[in-house]
């Protein structure tokens, strides 16, 4: 069963090839990709690896967490909320609790108001 490895903190200088290599000796490498930007092409400094086996992935995640690859210190898990920082902008939330339940607003504030026949 085939098994990914979720990395963050990369370097904005890693490419899908080093990060590749520096996963290498864990295992059998499906792919290796460093999550780009669609508009910029500038590194998201996130990415993944895809391994054959669990065991590998669980392997390249010893090798890998907490040790520097192309000069940052990097995050290696199975899960992909475990790489993230406190900084993450993936949440829900801010804009909807305004806009939603709140006095009423426009909503139904004018039917049955000033005898108008509605």
């Known amino acids: ?16 090839d080093s990060l590749r290599e520096a996963a290498s000796r864990s295992g059998v490498i499906l792919d290796s990709v460093v999550d780009r930007d669609p508009e910029t092409g500038r590194s998201k400094r996130t990415g993944s690896i895809t391994f054959s086996e669990d065991h590998q992935a669980q392997g390249a995640i010893a090798a890998l967490d907490g040790q520097t690859l192309d000069g940052s210190r990097i995050r290696a898990s199975l899960n992909q909320d475990d790489t993230s920082s406190n900084d993450s902008d993936s949440g829900f939330g801010g804009s909807v609790g305004g806009s939603i ?18």
């Not at 108001?113 to 509605?118: A, L, P, S």
Request: hydrophobic content about 25%.
């Open 101 to 118: 339940g709140g006095y009423g607003g426009s909503v139904g504030g004018s039917i049955g108001n000033g005898g108008t026949g509605y």
């Open 1 to 16: 069963m085939t098994a990914t490895v979720y990395v963050s903190n990369l370097n904005w200088s890693t490419t899908d």
